[in-house]
């Protein structure tokens, strides 16, 4: 229990000071959750839709499920700590140091290649997940296809929340899929 804890710990450390929240976070969750072994991705798509439905940081929340998973509440509270470590670390430093980094054209060229860096996470995790999600032993699922088909349009088109959304998506799975 104890080195699983100590993974943990190291694991979303890392993940706090590599990524940059939301999303990005989750190509990278998914790869340390799956590569020890505590998760495989199709557990792990689940997660990031809870974590989506639950109140809360989408990282912090996913995270916080990955520890439950592996290790139970002691899991919960090392990851969740572990994953906020860093932004509590480095927004006590950006505090400090605020009035220099103010201006600095350095920080603004920094987040100018930070930007395409999240959106390439982002993408990676849309790829990831839609093979998870639309490819159902070997082949295309029509059925997960048409109801993300009706979520886009729910959500896009006539604004639905996402909770109804979900709860829409959930119905249709249960009909189509049995």
Not at 119 to 127: D, E, K, M, Q
Not at 130 to 142: A, E, G, K, V, W
Request: proline share 4%; charged share 10%; net charge positive.
């Amino acid at each position: 229990m104890t080195a699983t804890l100590l993974k943990l710990l190291w694991s979303f450390i890392k993940i706090g000071f590599t990524s940059f929240g939301g999303l990005s976070m989750v190509p990278l969750i998914s790869h340390e959750v799956v590569t020890n072994g505590w998760m495989d991705l199709s557990e792990v798509s689940d997660i990031v839709a809870i974590a989506e439905m639950t109140p809360g940081p989408l990282g912090l929340n996913c995270s916080t499920f990955a520890g439950i998973h592996a290790a139970g509440i002691p899991g919960a509270l090392v990851a969740c700590l572990a994953i906020l470590l860093p932004t509590f670390t480095i927004t006590a430093m950006a505090a400090v140091f605020f009035q220099k980094f103010q201006k600095s054209k350095w920080m603004e060229h920094i987040l100018t290649g930070v930007r395409p860096v999240c959106i390439g996470l982002i993408a990676g995790v849309i790829v990831s997940f839609c093979q998870t999600n639309y490819i159902l032993d070997s082949r295309l699922s029509f059925q997960a296809l048409f109801i993300g088909a009706v979520d886009l349009v729910l959500l896009f088109k006539w604004k639905v929340s996402i909770p109804n959304v979900i709860l829409l998506s959930a119905a249709l799975g249960l009909v189509l899929f049995r």
